[in-house]
């Protein structure tokens, strides 16, 4: 079964430190990795995806295959990163459809 | 350029009671998609319509359903509705451009909160 874990609910930092939200995936095929955020009054849209290999706001997340992580990093902080984070991962299960499975998310805040 | 708007913005019903949201997409965006964010669940897909057709189904009951229309907004029905089905309901939108839904961006309208007392 496709699972997500995000493992952390909760991250502080100060500000200028870097950040790394952990994300693990369960799913035995090539899957699609995600990143969604989530800023405080504002809607859920989409940070950035593996396939892309972009760098957004100055975070990135390399697909590690063999321990089946998807990690979010960004070397210094800024406290307009302060936001919830959710890992996401689609693939394609047994009977041929689609699934997209979120993480319970990790709720970051860059302090002062 | 407007984004995707939902109705209501909350909802209070009790136990038993029907309820159905809407949801209009992007101008252009033909993709819609249904999520549940209930408290300590995180985000759940619900169904997701492409064309008027109803392409995925997450693993909720059938008294969860819903319908895409020809200007391909979009409508989530709930019936029997029970305490755990409080949540936020989230509809996103998409434009379809690869064979794969999850490979085009979505984006999120503010959801509706529905209350179940």
């Known amino acids: 079964a496709q699972r997500v874990t995000q493992p952390e609910k909760l991250l502080s930092v100060f500000k200028g430190a870097p950040v790394e939200l952990k994300c693990n995936y369960s799913?035995?095929?090539?899957?699609?990795l995600f990143w969604y955020v989530q800023y405080s009054r504002q809607r859920l849209q989409l940070l950035l995806r593996h396939i892309s290999r972009e760098s957004i706001k100055g975070f990135t997340a390399d697909l590690n295959k063999g321990e089946t992580s998807f990690h979010l990093k960004k070397p210094f902080a800024q406290e307009e990163d302060s936001a919830m984070y959710y890992c996401?991962?689609?693939?394609?299960?047994?009977?041929?459809?689609?699934?997209?499975?979120f993480g319970k998310g990790t709720k970051l805040t860059v302090n002062p | 350029e407007a984004g995707v708007t939902q109705s209501p913005t909350h909802l209070i019903k009790t136990r038993g009671q029907q309820v159905t949201l809407r949801c209009s997409p992007i101008?252009?965006?033909?993709?819609v998609y249904w999520y549940q964010q209930a408290l300590g669940l995180g985000l759940q897909f619900l169904l997701w319509?492409?064309?008027?057709?109803?392409?995925n189904r997450g693993n909720f009951p059938p008294r969860f359903s819903g319908r895409q229309f020809p200007n391909y907004s979009s409508e989530l029905n709930v019936n029997a509705l029970e305490l755990e089905d409080s949540a936020l309901y989230l509809c996103?939108?998409?434009?379809?451009?690869?064979?794969?839904?999850?490979?085009?961006?979505?984006?999120f309208g503010p959801g509706t909160r529905l209350t179940v007392l």
């Open positions: 799913y035995s095929g090539s899957p699609e």
């Open positions: 996401a991962l689609s693939g394609v299960t047994q009977g041929g459809s689609e699934k997209l499975v």
């Open positions: 996103a939108s998409s434009l379809r451009t690869s064979g794969r839904a999850w490979a085009d961006t979505q984006y």
């Open positions: 101008s252009g965006h033909t993709s």
């Open positions: 319509y492409d064309e008027g057709e109803e392409r």
